[in-house]
């Protein structure tokens, strides 16, 4: 089994910019979920997606959207950048159901100046 | 709303010693699941442990177990025989089994393993 996959794995971005972060998910995983880790805290949800449609989402606006893919992979959208965007963007993937062990990428590191 | 409160921040111990992580949580579900996640500074989140909520019996993963105490909703971590290899942060997480399929994270424990 390949593991789940990150990319960028660091980028720096401008306020009011929009940037994209990428996620392949483990094989044979259908559902992907996305967190936000500020430093020095734990990991936020920000939504996850289940066989290309958004299974909950947490307490972040709108501007933070998502997609996934026919082959599970996902991408992670976040528009009009403020500085506390900045932190570590982690995707986990897993089977249906929580019954089965969920594997984390190794993040992306979001820098917004 | 679900919270996991870790209260603290860091820890140290010796190696080859013995050390208990904290954490403890609040919810009103019946059915949810427990865990234990470590993140070493390469930030990917490893699975050390996990414990359902219906098994009365304590997880045991090689030198790590833990003290689930659902009344009390208490959920420590021990550490045996500790290594270098286990300095990280220490995160516990929670998770409902309905509703929003969504990990719930306390703000982590740093460990730190005196040679």
């Known amino acids: 089994e390949t593991g789940v996959t990150q990319s960028p794995t660091h980028l720096i971005k401008t306020r009011g910019q929009q940037v994209t972060l990428r996620c392949s998910s483990q094989?044979?995983?259908?559902?992907v979920s996305w967190y936000q880790q500020a430093l020095g805290q734990g990991p936020q949800f920000i939504f996850q997606?289940?066989?290309?449609?958004?299974?909950g989402r947490g307490n972040f606006p709108p501007r933070f959207s998502g997609l996934q893919f026919p082959n599970y992979s996902s991408e992670l959208n976040v528009n009009a950048l403020e500085l506390d965007d900045s932190a570590l963007y982690l995707c986990?993937?897993?089977?249906?159901?929580?019954?089965?062990?969920?594997?984390f990428g190794q993040g992306t590191r979001l820098t917004v100046v | 709303a679900q919270t996991v409160t870790q209260s603290q921040p860091e820890m140290s111990v010796q190696e080859a010693e013995t050390v208990t992580l904290s954490c403890t949580y609040d919810?009103?579900?019946?059915?949810?699941?427990l865990f234990w996640y470590k993140q070493p500074p390469s930030r990917q989140m490893i699975l050390v442990i996990r414990?359902?909520?219906?098994?009365?019996q304590n997880a045991t993963e090689n030198r790590f177990s833990v003290n689930f105490q659902k009344a009390a909703k208490s959920f420590s971590l021990k550490i045996s025989d500790s290594q270098l290899g286990d300095a990280a942060m220490y995160f516990c997480?929670?998770?409902?089994?309905?509703?929003?399929?969504?990990?719930?994270f306390g703000q982590g424990t740093r460990l730190t393993i005196n040679p």
């Open positions: 986990a993937s897993n089977r249906e159901g929580w019954s089965t062990e969920a594997f």
């Open positions: 094989s044979g995983h259908n559902t």
């Open positions: 997606y289940y066989r290309e449609e958004e299974n």
């Open positions: 919810t009103s579900e019946s059915d949810y699941y």
């Open positions: 414990q359902e909520a219906y098994k009365q």
């Open positions: 997480a929670y998770i409902a089994i309905q509703g929003a399929q969504k990990l719930v």
